[in-house]
């Protein structure tokens, strides 16, 4: 049986951003980190093939490179998985977004902080590509707008 998934206003959001945002710079580093050697890696296989023999020094060095790369994926996702246990997605490992669902004027929407922003701004509906990202500004047409409002399930997003 699937657990029912926990919707959260933007303030219990804002609360658990320290314990976010130090996991997402993890994954930050990591990922950037994780990239950069797979792309030396391809390039060294395109320019050295695998030699016939599997006993080379060469290759051994390769393949170790290949097993710490899988152990830091693993890694990866554990971070993941940290995060999800505090109720966000990791949605985008380069930047560091994460989503959280939420409600938002009786709509089923995800309440969207990324990497750099001092608190959530921003929210969407169904998948984020980063550019269908609306501003909480936007919806509630309020200059005047703290995201510490607690807006979400138990908050009228027009006061």
């Not at 994460?98 to 990324?114: I, K, N, T």
């Not at 979400?152 to 997003?157: A, F, H, I, N, R």
């Amino acid at each position: 049986m699937v657990a029912e998934e926990t919707l959260l206003t933007v303030g219990e959001v804002n609360q658990r951003l320290p314990l976010v945002k130090s996991i997402v710079k993890d994954i930050v580093g990591l990922h950037a980190d994780i990239s950069f050697r797979k792309q030396r890696l391809h390039s060294l296989r395109e320019r050295h093939p695998a030699p016939k023999s599997a006993d080379s020094v060469y290759e051994q060095e390769v393949q170790q490179m290949e097993d710490e790369l899988s152990q830091d994926e693993a890694r990866l996702e554990a971070f993941s998985d940290e995060l999800l246990q505090i109720g966000g997605t990791l949605t985008d490992a380069r930047v560091g977004r994460v989503d959280f669902p939420g409600d938002l004027s009786g709509e089923r929407v995800y309440f969207c902080w990324q990497d750099g922003e001092s608190e959530v701004l921003f929210w969407h509906a169904g998948v984020c590509d980063g550019a269908s990202r609306v501003s909480l500004f936007q919806e509630t047409g309020s200059g005047d707008f703290s995201a510490d409002s607690g807006l979400g399930c138990d908050s009228d997003p027009g006061l």
